[in-house]
Every structure is written in C-alpha cells, then in structure tokens.
C-alpha cells in the first residue's frame, strides 16, 4: 500500500496542517501580547480622569471613623403578658382603617406590631425585633430606642468587628422612646454627642443603621424642620427632628449625625402610608436623650416636671372668641384639682404664650418645655385671659401617669336617648345627665349636659356629636339642659361659641361658628 494511501499516514498528513496552524496561532498571540507589555511599559501611565461632577458632599471619611461605634440590636422577645403601659397604648394608638397616614416605629423584618395594631391586647408576639444602637461610653454603654427592645426576654449586640454580647437593659423610658444598654466590654469606639439644639432646617445629616438587617447600611438627607410633635404616638415630650433621610425597619435607635460625625439625634420614627418610608423620617433629639440618660444611669427611670393642665390646640376660631389677634399658644380646657396650675391661678380658657420666656406657639410646644424641667423647678406662665396679658408664677410636680392628657383615657360615655328639651339656635339637643352617669364620667353633681342630638350644621362641623358632654360655654359652667340653652342665647351670634366638652376621660374646647349656620 502506498504510503500516501496507510490510514496512519493519511491521519497525521491531515492533522498537521491544522497543528501548523494552532502553534502559528500561538506565536503571534504571544507575540502580540509580549509586545502590549512592553509597549505598555515604556510608556508613561495615564492619568486619573477628572472629576466631572463636584461640590457634592462625600460622606466616605464621617462614614470611616464613626461607623465601628455603630451596631445592631436583636431583642428576642417571648409570649409574656404586656406591660399596663402597652395595654394603655393599645386603647390610645389609631390604627390603619382610622388613619390613613400615621407615625411608624420600626421592628425586625417580619415587623411586630405597634401598639393599636394586629396582635391583641393580653400576649406580646414571639419573635425578634432587629434594631441600631450606637455606644456612648468605651466601658460598654450603648444607645437605642425603647421600643426596640420593650418587653424582651433577651438582647443581644453586634458590633461592627463580628462580635457579640448580651446585653442589659439598665434602663427604659417610653415617653422619650430611649433605652440604656450595657456591654460586658472595654476600649470600644465611641460616638461623640453633639449639640441638636444648634439644627438648623437645610443641614446635612446622616444615617447609619440596620434597614431589614442590613447592618451599617448609610443613608443621606438634609433637617427638614425641628420641634415636631408627634399626635399619634406617646412622645408628647419630645420635640422631634424631622429629616428626608431614608430609614426603615431595623433603622430604630440608630444614630443621626451631622457633618461633623456628632450624633445628634436617635432615628425613631417616620410618616407614611405604606409602611415604608416616604420621604418623611423623625429622630429623637440627642440632648433629649442625653437628658434621659443621666438619669436612667442614677436611678433606672426618668422623672419630668408637671404643669397639670389639659391643653389643646388654637385656631381662628378660638382666637376671634377670644378676642385675641392671632392663634398662638396653647388653650387650657382644664386645670387638674390640686395641680400646681390650679395653685398657680391658671384657669380654663387661658392661653398659654410663654414658659420662663420660652414661647409657646403652639401647644404641641408646652409638654416638651415643661417635661424637660424637673419637679420643684419655679417656672413663669405668660398667659392671656380675657383678652388681658397676665403673668403667674407655678411650682412644677413630678409627673404621673395619672394625669390625663388632652385626648384622656377612655372611659364609658352614656348614650344618648331622646331629649327632653326644645334645644337652641345652634341645634344642639340637650338631655339631663343621671347622677350614675356623672359618677361614671367623673363628674360632680350639676355638672354637665348630654349632648342627645345634633340638628345644627356648624356644630356638626365643629366636631360636636350624640354623647359628647357640654361642662360649660365660654366662662360659665352649666349642669342643665335649661342652663345651656340660656348661655347659648346669651352667647349670642356675632362671634364664635366656644364650648368646653368632654369625650371618654378628654376634655377640650370647641368654637361653634354660628356664621356657617
């Protein structure tokens, strides 16, 4: 056989070419990329590109130094009985069908639920609730929110470096929404408090936290405003900051920090309707914390001064009432017995301008000012009354938890049954209270009237309905259907028609405008 034709032979003849061709192939991609190295060394590196966008703030440096003193709280919480103060907050909080848009507070990814929410009155859920915290002292004491870790069984810190230690809570207020933990550690990072009062609104702030435990997760924003009030939560004592800084659950208690890296706030809270966050976010100011702090630290719980007043919030209704020239201030709808307000000669209708100077614009402004102050502290109340300025001089108490606030605890308002009397001009039918009523509502004998029945518009557009209780018109007190109607002729037209009503365990003015009728 030829060679040409053995099958070896033909073999081999076919595969070279092809051999030929890969080692050809290899050479020159060697020599191409021997060439690219060389040709790359001898020639100078290029330089960095230019910046094309600048004068944005960069956090990367405040970011660096400050985020080793933050960690992440878990408190691991059982099926314990809550607190009387969570069963209180469980009758007070509105919930989502009430409200449309209401303050958050922030739990563990699968989220517990806020007071007023799913989850019943008698047994706390079971779960974890994942939350920031951030260390104040080297020696181990770290800062939170009191809701992040309210009832838990356990509570467990991580630090940024991986490690972890149980935590104990050495103390907890709720109305400043603040808890001291404390590490079994030493030599840690710390965070350095500054001064929140000194916030202005446009500001930068920062946020580091644990949004759905993503921990040391940064977000950005500037203050949108200080000083607010939050009407739906139990931190009437608070003078909230409110941010666009994003936060999310797991965010609670972590620290906001101005450019600086001081923190100056405790991120707590936001606004939304969805139950994420929408833009608006609150933290707790860090001198209100600090203030909690100290105290916790000395005695495991936090005291606060004590007016002992019911207040509520003016409008231009009130104001025309009143015959005063605008609506600032905070309107006294009643004076607690034995209060220092009542020792003092506050009286109901009076409104409230200043506190030692301190204006009250509005009454959301009063319970922080006198809550930061502790009992025995003499304070000055600039009020109006009657249109005249005076100014009274009160003793603050400490507070309790048995002092209503203006919304008051609910108690068993007595239905209206049909009325007894013709009514008024403004449509408001009235029926003679029981002396059983009145010790249900808390009232003495000849005070109140049941409201049976609302036919007149601006009374129903003022808010009055069936069941509510009339105390007085203007001044005067009235404790019968006859009384009523007599003051609401005397009340006249011209002007507004302020009436002090009670509702559940609350007391507050409203202003009839007869004008709408």
């Known amino acids: 056989m030829p060679a040409s034709m053995h099958p070896a032979s033909k073999g081999m003849s076919a595969f070279r ?3 030929l061709s890969a080692v050809l192939a290899l050479a020159v991609g060697g020599g191409i990329g021997w ?20 004068g944005l703030p960069d956090f990367t440096r405040l970011v660096d130094q400050v985020g080793p003193a933050v960690v992440s709280v878990e408190a691991e919480v059982g099926g314990k009985p809550r607190t009387a103060a969570a069963q209180r907050g469980q009758q007070q909080f509105p919930d989502e069908a009430q409200i449309p848009e209401f303050f958050r507070r922030f739990f563990g990814p699968d989220g517990m639920p806020m007071p007023g929410g799913p989850g019943g009155q008698d047994a706390r859920p079971r779960g974890v609730s994942q939350g ?18 309210e009832g838990a069984d356990t509570v467990r810190i991580k630090l940024s470096d991986r490690r972890e230690f149980t935590a104990k809570v050495v103390g907890s207020d709720e109305q400043s929404d603040v808890a001291l933990l404390k590490i079994a ?11 929140s009062k000194a916030l202005k609104s446009g500001q930068w702030v920062v946020a580091i936290g644990s949004p759905f435990g993503l921990d040391h997760s940064v977000t950005a924003g500037i203050v949108s405003a200080v000083g607010r009030a939050n ?8 003078p909230f900051i409110q941010t666009d800084v994003a936060i999310n659950r797991g965010n609670s208690g972590g620290p906001l920090l101005d450019t600086r890296g001081q923190v100056v706030g405790i991120n707590s809270q936001i606004f939304s309707n969805s139950g994420g966050y929408m833009g608006v976010s609150f933290a707790i100011p860090i001198d209100v914390a600090m203030n909690a702090v100290k105290q916790l630290k000395a005695t495991g719980k936090v005291v606060r001064g004590q007016l002992g007043v019911q207040i509520q919030a003016m409008d231009r209704d009130f104001a025309k009432s009143l015959g005063l020239p605008d609506a600032s201030g905070a309107l006294v709808a009643r004076v607690e017995p034995g209060s220092p307000a009542e020792r003092a000669g506050v009286q109901r209708q009076d409104v409230i301008r200043s506190v030692n100077g ?4 509005d009454s959301s402004d009063l319970p922080p000012i006198i809550g930061a102050m502790a009992p025995g502290t003499k304070v000055t109340l600039d009020v109006i009354r009657d249109g005249n300025p005076r100014s009274l001089s009160a003793t603050l108490n400490a507070l309790t938890d048995s002092v209503a606030d203006a919304n008051g605890n609910p108690r068993q308002t007595p239905e209206a049954s049909p009325a007894n009397a013709a009514g008024n001009a403004l449509g408001i039918i009235g029926k003679e209270l029981t002396p059983e009523q ?12 049941l409201v049976a029945r609302v036919n007149g518009d601006a009374a129903r557009e003022a808010g009055l309905q069936a069941g509510d209780v009339v105390l007085a018109v203007g001044r005067s007190d009235v404790g019968s259907v006859a009384a009523l109607d007599a003051q609401l002729r005397a009340a006249g037209t011209g002007k507004p ?3 002090l009503v009670q509702r559940g365990g609350g007391t507050r003015y409203m202003a009839i405008n007869p004008a709408q009728e």
């Open 17 to 19: 070419p092809a051999l």
């Open 231 to 238: 009407p739906y939560a139990n931190q009437r004592y608070v």
């Open 132 to 149: 920031t915290g951030f260390i104040i002292s080297a020696d181990g004491y770290v800062l939170t929110n009191h809701h992040v870790v």
């Open 185 to 195: 550690a030493t030599n840690l990072p710390v965070l350095r408090i500054g001064d």
């Open 35 to 54: 060439y690219s190295s060389a040709q790359a060394q001898s020639q100078p590196a290029a330089a960095p590109a230019p910046e094309l966008v600048v």
């Open 358 to 361: 301190h204006p009250v614009y």
């Open 438 to 449: 009145r010790g249900k509502l808390g009232l003495q004998k000849g005070e109140g009237v």
């Open 497 to 499: 028609v302020m009436l």
